[in-house]
C-alpha cells in the first residue's frame, strides 16, 4: 500500500470505521448501520418526531420569584406595621412603610431572579451528548439532537439518549433502575433480537450499538419521569446555619422589641411612638435580607466558577469546596494532558524509537539507526496489527489536521499503526470482544484475518503477561527462556521510569469463535508518552501552601505514577498498590494516609476505602473520577469531581463539581473560589449584624435614659433594607485576598460568626450606636427633628465607613486595594447618594420625616466617621507588621 494512499483521510477513515458484516442482523429500518442517517433524514426525522427532549423541569418564573418576596415574615411584620400605623391614623408612616416593603421586593426580585438566571445557565451548560453514527461517522451530538433511525454508539457510564433496539452488543450491561427500580445491572444481548435499551438508563460495562425507535415523551422513560433539573437547589449547609442565626435573632428580636415597648409605654411615653419603635427595633435586629443574600452570592460565584472552567452541580459545592484538605485526583488526563504518543517500542528481539507527536503519522519507526516498516519485520508487524485492530478509536483528517475520536490510548496505537506502514484490512473483521474496564485494564477482541482466527490482546503488562505462554520472537512464539520474564520486567521498568504509561500487546490463533484469554503470545510493549499539564505543578505547589494534601489515585503502574509525581514535584514517600490496599486493615490504611502516599493500580471501586477513610480523619475530601465505577466514591467524598471531557454521564450525574477542562489546576482554582466566597459571607453577616447592633443599642440606651424616639420606625427601615442590602451584596463581590491560599483550609464546622466576629459586631456597634446618640442629644436643643435627622444620616454614614473594616478580617485596606471592589464603591456612591436624597429631597424628607441638615452637622458626622476608617485600618496594619503577614 503506498503512502500516498495510507495518508488518504477519508479513505483510511471509512476502512478504519467498517464494521463486520457476518455480525449484522437484518435492519427493521431503513438506517445503514455502518453509514447512519444522512443530514437530510435527520431533518426530515426531526420534523416527524420533534426534539428529543422532555418538558423542562419548572424553574421559578419571574411572578413567582416576585410573589415570593412578599411571603417572608419580615414582610408580614412590615404589614402589620403599616396596618397599626394607618389604623392609628399615621398615614404617612404607613405609605412609608409600603413603599419600603415595595423597595424591599424589587431588590430582592432583582437579586433572587439574578440567581435563578445564573443557575439556569449552569443547568444548560449541563445538557448531555451522545455519541451517533451518521454519515458513515462517529459524532458526538447533543442528546437533542437524536431522532429515530439515528445509530447510537453505546460505552460504559454513557446514559441512553433514546429509546433503541440493540443492533450489537458484546458484553453489554446496563443499570435499568430509574425505570425499573432494580438496583442490579441487567445483561443486553442481541440474542433475542428485540433487545431494546432505555432512555434514561446507564451503560455499566460492554460496548454495542443500537438503532433509535422512538425519542422524547414517546420513550418509556418520557411517558414517566418528570424530568428534574440537575443543578441542585437543595439549601446548602450555610443558608441553612444562617437561616437558623436569622430565626434566632427573629424570636430575641420579638423578646427585646416587646421588652423596650413594654417599658416604654409603663414609662408614659406615648403609645403609637412605642409600639412603632417596638416593630422598629424587631426590625432593625433581624438580617432577614441575609438568606437572600447568601444565595444570590453563591449563585454569582458559581457563575464566576463557570469563568475558571469549573461548573458546580450543587451550590453546596461552592461551599464545601473552600474547606477542602485533601484532593484525591487520577492521573490520566487530570495531572496529565491525555494526549499520547507512542515513542519506543520494545520487543524480545529489538528496541524502536518512534518519532512524530499526537495523532499526525507523519512519523517513523526506527532501530539501530534504521527506519522499518510492518513489512520489514514480522513481529513488529504482529505488534502493529494487535494495537490497530484491538482499538476503537478513529483518526480522521479535517481541515489541515487530524483528530481523534475515542480513548487516547488506542488513537496512539492506531498512529503509531500508521507510522510503521501497517497493512489495513478493507473490513475490520472483529468477531468478539472483551471490552476495556479500569478493574481489568486489558481488552480482547477476536480478529479474522484472511487466513485465521485471532485472539488480540492489550493491556497493563501485569494483566497481559498473566496469560502469556510464550514469547514472539523472529522466528516464531517460543518458550520463554530462564531471564525473558526478568528482561519483559527489566524493559517495562525501564519504559515506566521515563514516566511512560506501557501498553504490552500479545495474540493467539483459535479455532473457535469465542475469546479465550489464555495461552497467548507476548509480542512486546509499547511506550506512551503522556506529559504532565503545564499548570499543575504550580497548582500542586499552590495546594500544598494552602495546606491542602494532593493524593495520586492511578490505575496505571506504580513506577510510571511515581515518575510522573516526581515531574510535578509532588512528594512522594510511599507507594502502594490496589493489591496491596486490599491487604491492608483500616488501622493500617489510616496509618498510610497520614504520609505522603500514592495509589497505583487501584481500581475505581477501591477509592471509596480510601475517601471513608480519610473522611473518618475529619477531612474534607475532592476526589476526580470519570468512569461508571468511580460513581460511589463521587457520591460519598465530599466534593465529588467529574470530568467534563472525558468523564461519562454517570460519574457527572453523581458529582457535585464538573471541570470543564478536566484540569487538576482547576479544582486548585475552584477551591480557592471557594475559600473567596466562604470568606466573603462571613464579612457581610458581620457586616450587616454590626449595622443591626449599632441601631439597637442606640434604640435601646435612648429609652434606658428617657430621651425622645432617636430613629424613628421609617428611617430604621430604610436603613436595613434600602441602604444596607446593596452594600451587602457588593460585599459578597469582595476579590480573593492575596493571601488566601497561604492558609490551611477551614474546619468543617468553623462558625461563621466565632467570638472574634462576635465581639467586632459588639465594638462597633456600641461606638456607632452610641457616637448618634452623643450627636444626637448634641444637637437636641436645636430642634429635635435637627438632632433627629443627624442622627440617622450618622448613622447610615457610619454603617458605610464600617464595610472598610470588613473587606478584610485581616488585611489593611493599603494591602487589599483601596479600589479593587468596583461593586463596593458603586454602592457606597448609590446609597451615600440615596441618604443625601433623604435629607434633602421634599418627597423623601416627607415620608422619612428629615430636614435639611447644614454643614456644621455633616462635620459632626464626618468626625465621628473617620475612626471607623482608620482605627481597623491601624489595628489590622499593626498585626500585619507584627506577624509580617506577606
Ligand atoms: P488514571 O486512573 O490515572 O486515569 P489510567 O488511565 O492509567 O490512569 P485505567 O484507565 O484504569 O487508569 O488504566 C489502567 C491501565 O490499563 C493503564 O495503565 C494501561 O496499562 C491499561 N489500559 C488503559 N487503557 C487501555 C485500553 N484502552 N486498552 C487496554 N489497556 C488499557
Given at each position: ?42 431533518t ?5 418526531a ?6 423542562a423541569?419548572?424553574?421559578a ?7 415570593r ?27 412609608t ?45 447533543p442528546s437533542?439532537d ?26 453489554l ?10 438496583s ?21 460495562a ?31 449547609n ?16 420579638l423578646?427585646v ?85 507512542a ?6 528481539d ?5 518519532t512524530?507527536?499526537?495523532?499526525d ?50 488513537g ?8 510503521g ?26 480478529y ?41 520486567n ?73 515518575a ?24 493500617e ?19 471509596m ?28 467524598a ?86 444596607d ?21 477551614r ?34 436643643d ?6 433627629r ?5 450618622a448613622?447610615?454614614v457610619?454603617?458605610?465607613a ?24 458603586v ?29 456644621a ?5 464626618a ?7 482608620i ?16
Open positions: 500500500m503506498s503512502r500516498l494512499t495510507l495518508l488518504n483521510a477519508k479513505s483510511v477513515c471509512r476502512r478504519i470505521s467498517d464494521r463486520i458484516p457476518g455480525n449484522r442482523r437484518p435492519s427493521l429500518s431503513d438506517t445503514n448501520p455502518h453509514i447512519g442517517l444522512s443530514q437530510a433524514q435527520v426530515a426525522a426531526r420534523a416527524r420533534g426534539w428529543n427532549e422532555l418538558p423541569a419548572k424553574t418564573g419571574p411572578l413567582t420569584v416576585l410573589v418576596q412578599f411571603s417572608s415574615s419580615l414582610i408580614l411584620i412590615l404589614i402589620v406595621a403599616a396596618v397599626v400605623a394607618l389604623a392609628l391614623g399615621e398615614a404617612i408612616d404607613a405609605a412603610i409600603g413603599l419600603v416593603v415595595i423597595l424591599n421586593a424589587v431588590l430582592g426580585f432583582v437579586q433572587e431572579w439574578k440567581a435563578e438566571t445564573a443557575l439556569a445557565a449552569l443547568r444548560k451548560m449541563l445538557s448531555p451528548k451522545a455519541m451517533v453514527i451518521r454519515d458513515g461517522q462517529e459524532q458526538i451530538v437533542r437524536i431522532v429515530p433511525g439515528d445509530i447510537l454508539v453505546l460505552a460504559p457510564g454513557a446514559k441512553i439518549a433514546a429509546d433503541a433496539l440493540l443492533l450489537r452488543a458484546s458484553e450491561r446496563v443499570d435499568e433502575s430509574v425505570l425499573t427500580g432494580e442490579m445491572p441487567v445483561d443486553k444481548s442481541v440474542e433475542d433480537p428485540e433487545t431494546l435499551v432505555f432512555t434514561g438508563t446507564s451503560v455499566v460492554g460496548r454495542a450499538e443500537a438503532r433509535v425507535t422512538s425519542t422524547g415523551l414517546d420513550t418509556e422513560f418520557g411517558k414517566i419521569a418528570h424530568l428534574t433539573g440537575s443543578v441542585g437547589t437543595k439549601t446548602t450555610l443558608q441553612q446555619k444562617l437561616s437558623h442565626l436569622a430565626r434566632q435573632l427573629g424570636l430575641a428580636a423578646i422589641a416587646a421588652g423596650v415597648s413594654g417599658l416604654g409605654i409603663a414609662l408614659g411615653r406615648d403609645f403609637l411612638e412605642m409600639i412603632m419603635t417596638g416593630l422598629s427595633l424587631s426590625v432593625a435586629m433581624v438580617p432577614e435580607g441575609l438568606p437572600a443574600v447568601i444565595t444570590i452570592t453563591l449563585a454569582l460565584g458559581a457563575t464566576a466558577m463557570v469563568r475558571q472552567n469549573a461548573l458546580a452541580r450543587r451550590l453546596q459545592a461552592v461551599e464545601t469546596l473552600g474547606a477542602a484538605s485533601v484532593i484525591c485526583t487520577d492521573k490520566t488526563g487530570t495531572l496529565t494532558e491525555n494526549k499520547m504518543t515513542t519506543s517500542i520494545w520487543t524480545m529489538r528496541q524502536y524509537d518512534v512524530g507527536t499526537g495523532y503519522p507523519a512519523g517513523h519507526i526506527e532501530a539501530d539507526g534504521e527506519r522499518l516498516r510492518a513489512v520489514d519485520d514480522p513481529v513488529l508487524a504482529a505488534l502493529l496489527q494487535t494495537g490497530l485492530y484491538c482499538s476503537h478509536a478513529r483518526l480522521s483528517f479535517e481541515g489541515e489536521t487530524w483528530t481523534m475520536i475515542g480513548a487516547p490510548t488506542e496512539a496505537l492506531i498512529t503509531l499503526a500508521y507510522k506502514w501497517c497493512e489495513l484490512q478493507q473490513e475490520r473483521n472483529l468477531l468478539a470482544e472483551i471490552p476495556f474496564s479500569s478493574a481489568r485494564k486489558r481488552m480482547s477482541v477476536l479474522q484475518s484472511p487466513d485465521e482466527t485471532l485472539v488480540l490482546t492489550k493491556g497493563a503488562p501485569e494483566q497481559i503477561l498473566e496469560i502469556c505462554t510464550t514469547i514472539m520472537r523472529e522466528d516464531g512464539p517460543q518458550e520463554p527462556g530462564p531471564h525473558d520474564l526478568q528482561r519483559i527489566d524493559a517495562y521498568a525501564q519504559m515506566a521510569e521515563q514516566g511512560l504509561r506501557v501498553i504490552a500487546l500479545a495474540r493467539r490463533a483459535v479455532t473457535t469463535n469465542e475469546i479465550v484469554e489464555e495461552e497467548l503470545t507476548f509480542l512486546g510493549l509499547v511506550g506512551l508518552i503522556d506529559p504532565p499539564r503545564a499548570e499543575v505543578k504550580d497548582a500542586i505547589a499552590s495546594a500544598h501552601s494552602a495546606g491542602i494534601r494532593v493524593i495520586m489515585i492511578t490505575g496505571d503502574s506504580p513506577i510510571t505514577a511515581t510522573i509525581a516526581q515531574q510535578l514535584s509532588m512528594k512522594v514517600s510511599d507507594c502502594q498498590t490496589g493489591a496491596e490496599l486490599d491487604a491492608l486493615s483500616d488501622e490504611l489510616a496509618a498510610h494516609l497520614t504520609r505522603d502516599i500514592l495509589f497505583a493500580r487501584t481500581k475505581p471501586e477501591q477509592k476505602r480510601i475517601v471513608a477513610s480519610l473522611q473518618d480523619q475529619g477531612q474534607i475530601v475532592a476526589m476526580t473520577g470519570d468512569g461508571v465505577n468511580d460513581a460511589p466514591a463521587l457520591k460519598k465530599d466534593i465529588g469531581v467529574a470530568m467534563g471531557i472525558r468523564g461519562t454521564d454517570v460519574a457527572r450525574d453523581a458529582s457535585d463539581l464538573v471541570l470543564l477542562d478536566d484540569n487538576f489546576a482547576t479544582i486548585v482554582r475552584a477551591i480557592g473560589e471557594g475559600r473567596r466566597q466562604f470568606a466573603n459571607v462571613k464579612k457581610f453577616v458581620r457586616y450587616l449584624l454590626s449595622s443591626n447592633a449599632g441601631e439597637v443599642i442606640a434604640l435601646v440606651v435612648n429609652i434606658a435614659i428617657g430621651g425622645p424616639l432617636v430613629f424613628l420606625a421609617t428611617q430604621i427601615l430604610w436603613m436595613n433594607l434600602v441602604t442590602g446593596v452594600t451587602a451584596v457588593a460585599l459578597g463581590m469582595e476579590k480573593s485576598e492575596p493571601d488566601q491560599m497561604q492558609h490551611p483550609p474546619r468543617k464546622n468553623t462558625p461563621i460568626l466565632g467570638i472574634g466576629g462576635i465581639l467586632t459586631i459588639l465594638a462597633l456597634g456600641i461606638y456607632t450606636g452610641l457616637s448618634s446618640l452623643w450627636i444626637f442629644f448634641e444637637l437636641l436645636q430642634g429635635v427633628e435637627l438632632a435627622t443627624t442622627a440617622f444620616t448613622m447610615v457610619f454603617e458605610k464600617g464595610v472598610f473594616a470588613f473587606r478584610s478580617l485581616r488585611l489593611p485596606g493599603w494591602r487589599i486595594g483601596w479600589f479593587s471592589n468596583k461593586f463596593l464603591l454602592a457606597l456612591a448609590v446609597t451615600l447618594s440615596a441618604q443625601v436624597l433623604a435629607v434633602y429631597w421634599p418627597p423623601l424628607q416627607f415620608m422619612l420625616r428629615t430636614v435639611p441638615i447644614g454643614v452637622e455633616w462635620q459632626w458626622i468626625i465621628f466617621a473617620l475612626p471607623i476608617v482605627v481597623p485600618e491601624l489595628l489590622k496594619s499593626a498585626y500585619h507588621w507584627i506577624y509580617r503577614v506577606k
